[in-house]
Antibody
């Protein structure tokens, strides 16, 4: 059964780096495109960035200077790092798989809540 | 990046048909995808591409597109369809994506 699971700290201090990992189960990380998406409390979805198993990435221009997405195919994981966080980065963070042809996100993790606070 | 615009809220009577729309320049080049999100849950893909409904999604959900507007139609809305609905598409390049602001659907 295909499954994505996010993991990482639920609390991050302002100015520090948020680090999350998404573990892929039941699907091949080496044939698909993967993405991170977030949702601030009570707000809509915001696309953060994507990665291909080869390491190709692209990021939301509004976050590009602070975001790094990487992949570890041996562990079937891809990761998100967001630096210099502020309270505005408090959100539920989702990882998702992308269907290459249509660009749709067809499989999502359950999401992990990250709060930025001292 | 460009924007995708959705009506913040829409309501429909039980069993009636409702159309949720998404507008944006990128929709002239790329198809929209549609997601249903219920409180406390991850979004679920309900329609994508020209005419693709994922396995397990009821056939009362359908999508269409014309010019810069994409639409998700629910024919015979059910109580369980009450949720937030988001559209998204590729943006200025095939590896950039953008989401609409979401539409809260109320089934009366």
């Amino acid at each position: 059964q295909e499954h994505l699971q996010e993991s990482g700290p639920g609390l991050v201090k302002p100015s520090e780096t948020l680090s999350l990992t998404c573990t892929v189960s039941g699907a091949s990380i080496s044939t698909d495109y993967w993405s991170w998406i977030r949702q601030p409390p009570g707000k809509g979805l915001e696309w953060i960035g994507y990665i291909y198993y080869s390491g190709n990435t692209n990021y939301n221009p509004s976050l590009k200077s602070r975001v790094t997405i990487s992949v570890d195919t041996s562990k079937k994981q891809f990761s998100l790092k967001l630096s210099s966080v502020t309270a505005a980065d408090t959100a539920v963070y989702f990882c998702a798989r992308i269907i290459p042809l249509s660009g749709a996100f067809d499989m999502w993790g359950q999401g992990t809540k990250v709060t930025v606070s001292s | 990046s460009s924007e995708l615009t959705q009506d913040p809220a829409v309501s429909v009577a039980l069993g009636q048909t409702v159309r949720i729309t998404c507008q944006g320049d990128r929709l002239r080049n790329y198809y929209a995808s549609w997601y249903q999100q219920k409180p406390g849950q991850a979004p679920v893909l309900v329609f994508h591409g020209k005419n693709n409904r994922p396995s397990g999604i009821p056939d009362r959900f359908s999508g269409s597109s014309s010019g810069n507007t994409a639409s998700l139609t629910i024919t015979g809305a059910q109580a369980e369809d009450e949720a937030d609905y988001y559209c998204n598409s590729r943006d200025s390049t095939p590896t950039l994506w953008v989401f609409g602001g979401g539409t809260k659907l109320t089934v009366l």
